[in-house]
């Protein structure tokens, strides 16, 4: 019934799936299918740049860390339990409950990464604010530079160097 090889390999799994599962996009990152694809840029200048911390939940998987948080929780405790007795019943309800908020959770850490925010003065005269993830302080483009704004098919926005 209860398996600590079987259970463990199932952590393994979903743990590993659950930190390298959606990786941020970063300026330099494209996906497979934004290659060989012309995408629409805006010229600008950057008028202000500022570190930002990114953290929170993704709207398109806001609820997958809480699902599976419960999922494991509360199969682990009725592999262990058994779930026989109203006692067992209530500690599976209990661990499902405690597994969904550590499950949210562990997503919200596994979302939190640096980011630069840029106000920018587009060559159109419009003035916007993009949010972009970064890896390293050394990639947040400097005040006053030339940028472009590239908006790729699938609606992401980058924030790229007009300047060699």
């Given amino acids: 019934m209860f398996s600590l090889k079987n259970n463990f390999s199932y952590l393994l799994i979903t743990t590993f799936i659950i930190l390298f599962g959606c990786i941020d996009k970063k300026s330099s990152i494209y996906n497979p299918e934004e290659v060989g ?14 570190k ?9 998987t806001q609820y997958w860390g ?15 339990t058994g779930g026989d ?4 019943e209530a500690a599976i309800v209990i661990a499902v409950i405690g597994g969904a908020m550590a499950g949210t959770a562990i997503e919200e850490m596994r ?17 916007v604010v993009v949010v972009q993830a970064i890896s390293k302080e050394s990639e947040i483009i400097s005040d006053g530079s030339k940028i472009n704004i590239v908006r790729s098919n699938d609606g992401y926005i980058r924030v790229v160097s007009a300047e060699k």
């Avoid at 694809?37 to 500022?50: C, L």
């Avoid at 419960?70 to 009725?78: D, F, N, Q, V």
């Fill in 111 to 127: 979302n939190k990464s640096d980011g630069v925010e840029y106000t920018i003065n587009t060559n159109m005269g419009d003035t």
């Fill in 85 to 88: 007795n109203v006692l067992e």
């Fill in 66 to 80: 809480a699902a599976i948080g419960a999922t494991l929780a509360g199969a682990t405790t009725y592999g262990l």
């Fill in 52 to 60: 930002v911390i990114i953290a929170g939940l993704k709207k398109d």
């Fill in 37 to 50: 694809i012309i995408m629409d840029t805006t010229p600008g200048i950057i008028i202000t740049s500022r």
